[in-house]
């Protein structure tokens, strides 16, 4: 019986642990504070703005309220770039997950 | 029974296979769309042939556990399977050698082809010969794939700069091997308290 109670409890604080660790952890997404999605640039206007990096586009999607371009660099190199969706500003760089650009004073 | 039963889960374990392979010929895909799917679907089958072990020293011995365990094996190849599509569709994506040997000491990279070199391990030895020639070793080796799915794991989350997705298919196994912990505890100090008992 006090096994069985002893099962139940860890089962019970695994669970908890779990749910406490899991928004803590999920820290990686960018947020890049964009407002109403009435006054985005168009994803034609991002696909231009990744054409004037040098890149070759491989992907355009919406990620949380950002615009993110996965493309291949002149050197071949995989790029996953996140850009502001109103200026269009590129604002990080990570390549394969490793960070390579950052805009000065970004910190979202 | 569960010669009966097998080939229906080869059939279910191929089907999304034949889907992606289906949508990269006829273009309603691209082999960079597929990395996700494929590498999902690999650790997912790891950890499923993983579970079971954990439950039958949780749970006993029982007819649904011990058909799950006679299929550990065919899961564990097709998690293998899955693992090779991942690496072919991005060897695909790159295109050319250059580029795959310049990435490869990036942390979201290097542990890619780790994980998938310990499932190469396990896998490699997954024929009914070679679990005979190899004895005790074979469950040895096998422990290989604890590695690959940590390992597999790790690479989802340094790619992703988010431990969410990564942790969550990871803690069944975590949840499980705490409880096993936990009973085999409890076995054993039953079972010196009952020796216990019968010396006084």
Known sequence: ?108 | MIRKLRPLVWLLLALPALAMVYQLASGATFAFKLLHPTGELALRLMVVALMVGPLITIFGRNRFLLGWLALRRNIGVAAFIYGLMHLVFYVMDMGAIGPIIDEFWLPGIWSGWLSFALMLVAASISADWAVKALGPWWQRLQYAVYGAVLIGALHWYWLDNNAGPALVHLAPLFVLWTLRAVVKRTRRARKKAKEKESLA
Not at chain 1, 14 to 41: F, H, I, M, T, Y
Not at chain 1, 74 to 101: D, I, M, W
Request: glycine share 8%; aromatic share 10%; with cysteine.
């Open chain 1, 1 to 108: 019986m006090i096994a069985r109670i002893r099962l139940a409890a860890s089962l019970a604080i695994a669970g908890a642990a779990l749910a406490v660790a899991q928004p803590a952890l999920a820290d990686g997404d960018v947020v890049c504070s964009s407002g109403p999605r009435e006054n985005w640039k168009s994803i034609n206007d991002l696909k231009k703005a990744a054409w004037l990096e040098r890149w070759e586009i491989i992907e355009t999607r919406i990620e949380g309220d950002c615009y993110e371009v996965y493309a291949r660099n002149e050197r071949g190199q995989v790029l996953e770039a996140f850009f502001h969706p109103v200026t269009l500003e590129k604002l990080v760089v990570f390549r394969r997950g490793s960070e390579v650009y950052r805009k000065r004073g970004f910190t979202g």
